[in-house]
């Protein structure tokens, strides 16, 4: 069956179920598609699948809308006070040359990166939309590496499903699942509008996953794990913030 008259059936008979007997047998026609979000058993439950699968189905290969530099923000937003913790600021106080971004989990060769490492890396400026959940939003060109780039340095198994991120913010992670950390618009950013990014918009170094919510960039990042199963980390990751979802997908 070609990939289209697929994606026909599959869409079709999620509407039909969800409309006709209820939205257990779409969550089971889901499942079969591999569709099914991390955090299905939530609150949000069958609703979030639903989401979730239809975007998955509707947008696995989209990309997030990106902007001419004039409609750049001339005041972007920085959500939140920068980070004051100890750690942070003694590695700030020595230009962050002691950051590292570790990568690691289901992969090949576990990799360790700094500053200067992802540098070297062929760069990648977009200009797009970052929208928080509570409703404020700015536009800003972002600059940094293919998240793609740095697994592909170290060697995803075929079988890993997520990556989970990790901040240097005490207790700041989340994950995105695969198709996302290998879309060519999700980044690890060093720059933001030409410059260095300033420690209130995470630097000196951010996720940016421009297809979803803001609360997906993370700021402050250190470590990426590449996963099979978000329960097995150290903290639960498929369902990080319980009052969110855990995709966030725009
Ligand atoms: N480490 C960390 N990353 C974070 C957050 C945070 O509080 N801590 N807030 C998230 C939320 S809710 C949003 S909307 C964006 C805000 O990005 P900005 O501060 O660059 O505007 O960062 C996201 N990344
Ligand atoms: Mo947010």
Redesign the pocket.
């Known amino acids: 069956m070609s990939f289209l008259s697929r994606r026909k059936l599959i869409t079709g008979g999620l509407a039909t179920a969800a409309g006709a007997s209820g939205l257990a047998v779409a969550a089971r026609l889901a499942s079969q598609y591999g569709l099914i979000p991390p955090d299905h058993g939530g609150i949000y439950g069958p609703g979030e699948t639903l989401t979730y699968a239809a975007q998955r189905i509707l947008t696995r290969h989209s990309m997030a809308r990106e902007f001419p530099r004039s409609l750049i923000s001339k005041t972007?937003?920085?959500?939140?006070r920068p980070?004051q913790q100890e750690n942070y600021l003694r590695s700030q106080a020595a230009g962050f040359a002691d950051w590292r971004l570790q990568v690691d989990g289901m992969v090949a060769r576990p990799v360790s990166f700094s500053l200067a490492d992802l540098r070297k890396f062929p760069l990648r400026s977009q200009i797009t939309h970052?929208?928080?959940?509570?409703g404020?939003s700015?536009i800003?060109e972002w600059t940094g590496v293919p998240l793609s780039d740095l697994l592909d340095a170290a060697g995803p198994r075929p079988d890993a499903k997520f990556v989970a991120s990790y901040?240097?913010?005490k207790d700041?992670s989340?994950s995105i699942d695969m198709a996302d950390a290998l879309h060519p618009q999700t980044l690890v950013t060093y720059g933001?509008n030409g410059g260095d990014l300033p420690v209130?918009?995470?630097g000196p170094l951010?996720?940016r996953v421009p297809r979803q919510?803001?609360?997906?960039?993370?700021?402050?990042?250190t470590r990426l794990t590449v996963t099979d199963d978000l329960k097995k980390l150290g903290r639960d990751l498929s369902n990080p913030s319980p009052e969110y979802a855990w995709y966030a997908g725009i």
Do not use: T, V
């Open positions: 972007p937003f920085a959500n939140g980070l970052l929208a928080c959940e509570e404020w700015f800003a901040s240097m913010e700041a989340d933001i209130g918009h995470g951010r996720l919510l803001g609360y997906k960039s993370l700021k402050y990042l």
